[in-house]
């Protein structure tokens, strides 16, 4: 046998006799010299304890981490709570998304309507909604218009709204006193009252309602847009500026706008008045006197 092999085998049994070899642990006391605990260990006696016992701290973290709401306690876990909050906010989040959608297309619509291209959409009955892809234009006043002229046609101005429900025909305050220059005129598309005023005449919301559109545009100038119960409406143009933003609640009667003439197609300082019901402009006149 070669010296390298009786040097390793040597290793090997002083390796084996440092494991194996039995120790006392004694703990005695410092003053009487009392043994009071001892315990017989080897080197492979501790290293398996140690070894198990890092096993079952590891196994114990492992089932508290995973099973027990102790881990909302470790740093970097979040709780069942937060978690079931964060997605009840996720939901809620998809669905402020999907209205926001819907109130852009809407705004959107009635933007179209009012700037000029009023040919280039077809409106439902429920609300201002254009609908892509047809190319039909509206040219006249709807059956519901028709049917609610016939109805003050044969009733008085003054008396008109004593008749009909207050949840569907409420009194409007006249926006400006003036002289009208251009009436309403569906076949010649021209769905507005217009009224000469001297200029910056304070502009008033014709009844309670909220501000949906309130913007500088190249045609129709400052435009203001009001949205009231019942369906209806109110849209005002070539202002010379505007008092109110997008989401305020305005009264009756409350100054929006001052008159002007701004815009393209402005031809003096008038006031270009829109009334709408259920997404069909009716004539301002049936319901306002501006004279």
């Known amino acids: 046998m070669s010296e390298k092999k009786k040097k390793r085998k040597y290793r090997r049994k002083q390796l084996k006799k440092r494991f194996f070899t039995k120790n006392r642990l004694v703990i005695i006391n410092e003053e009487s010299l009392e043994e009071v605990f001892s315990l ?8 398996v304890v140690a ?6 701290i590891i196994f114990v973290t492992t089932y508290i981490i995973a099973f027990t709401p ?3 306690y470790i740093p970097g876990y979040a709780s069942t709570e937060l978690k079931r909050k964060a997605t009840n906010l996720a939901i809620k989040s998809d669905s402020l998304s999907t209205v926001i959608a819907n109130n852009e297309q809407y705004l959107e619509s009635i933007r179209k309507i009012l700037t000029g291209e009023l040919d280039k ?3 439902s009955k429920d609300s201002i909604q254009a609908n892509p892809g047809t190319t039909e234009e509206v040219s006249g006043p709807s059956r519901e218009e028709l049917k609610l002229r016939e109805e003050v046609a ?3 101005k003054y008396n008109v709204f004593e ?3 207050s949840s569907s025909i409420p009194v409007f305050f006249p926006p400006v006193k003036g002289i009208v220059t251009d009436k309403f005129d569906a076949r010649q598309k021209h769905y507005a009252t217009d009224i000469a005023v001297p200029k910056n005449t304070p502009v008033k919301a014709v009844i309670n309602g909220t501000v949906i559109f309130a913007d500088w545009t190249p045609t129709t100038g400052n435009v203001i847009i009001l949205r009231h119960g019942s369906g209806f409406i109110s849209v005002y143009k070539h202002a010379a500026s505007l ?5 305020d609640v305005v009264r009756t009667g409350e100054v929006i706008a001052l008159a002007g003439s701004t815009g393209r197609e402005s031809s003096g300082v008038h006031l270009h008045f829109e009334l709408w ?6 004539d301002p006149q049936t319901f306002i006197q501006f004279e």
């Open 51 to 56: 070894t198990l016992g890092a096993v079952l």
């Open 121 to 123: 959409a077809v409106y």
């Open 154 to 156: 044969h009733e008085d």
């Open 277 to 282: 019901k259920d997404g069909y402009p009716i």
């Open 70 to 72: 102790l881990r909302e």
């Open 163 to 165: 008749q009909a429900k």
């Open 243 to 247: 008092t109110k933003n997008p989401g």
């Open 40 to 47: 017989r260990l080897t080197l492979m006696n501790v290293f």
